[in-house]
């Protein structure tokens, strides 16, 4: 089992290309697929079928795993015996019978637009004294917010990716897949103060093209960034403590509040599935519910 799961890690890295948490993902997954079936006497992986598999989403479900979990292993599941079955290792596929609970479609928490703006003040009075470290903060929220750019693909940005004469950020995303965002003046500010004044302060020689860095002169992590968020939310009052996935729905949000079309939406926040950028629409519908309700006189 140890030489299969490595030919599959190799599939997943280099002829799927998936991204490095996404690898760690499927081989966990699949992993305690395995253990599972050899609980149940499945020893071969010839002998995988459908009902080892259903056994295996079940035991998940009677242990509390919520619809979203079991969604996103019965993927894994199928991604795994499609390719045991292309490979020729088993002779049919039981994963292309294999059913996913549906998930529940619920409603992300967002900042009003008056909160958002005091998130980013909030960060910019704490800046006030020049601090590199501060002039990053505030840089990283104004662009995590502008552009509705991912956690990851925020500190994976490099000097190049920025142009900054057409405000447009060079953006690589789920599945390698590239696109430009656009960013607007005050964001564009915060970033210029910071390559001018904040980055110089902060490199190193390993520095690399990194544009965000760490107190230690190396490209900032995800963990870093998600605490600032926390951080500063925090110094808002009543505001919902979201982190930068938060923002990335605030964004598109308030994108379609001011109008903006949703197929733009979906190419801003790079969506393979319109399906998944109109959920963002069931947000300014409820919104627009509660205005109605508390305004209208036969609400």
Known sequence: MVRLLGDYERHLVSERDLAPHTVRAYLGDVSSLLDHCGRLGVDEVADLDLRALRSWLAKMQTTGRSRTTIARRATAARVFTAWLHRTGRIPTDPGAALGSPKKHKTLPPVL?????????????????????????????????????????????????DIDDGRRVVRVLGKGRKERSVPYGTPAGRALDRWLDSGRPALRVEG????????VRGRRIDQRAVRDLVHRRIAD???????????????????????????RSVQELLGH????????????????????????????
Do not use: C, N
Request: without cysteine.
């Open 112 to 160: 009003r637009a008056d909160e958002a703006e005091a998130l980013i003040r909030s960060a910019a009075d704490l800046a006030d004294d020049g601090t590199p470290v501060g002039l990053r903060d505030v840089a990283m929220l104004e662009l995590l917010y502008a552009t509705g750019i991912r956690v990851g693909e925020l500190v994976g940005l490099d000097i190049d």
């Open 236 to 262: 808002v009052p009543g505001a919902p403590d979201i982190g930068p996935h938060g923002l990335r729905h605030t964004a598109a949000t308030h994108l379609l509040e001011g109008g903006a079309d949703l």
């Open 207 to 214: 520095s690399g093209p990194a544009i965000f860095l760490g």
């Open 272 to 299: 393979a599935s319109l399906a998944t950028t109109q959920l963002y629409t069931h947000v300014t519908t409820d919104r627009l519910r509660k205005a109605y309700q508390q305004a209208h006189p036969r609400a």
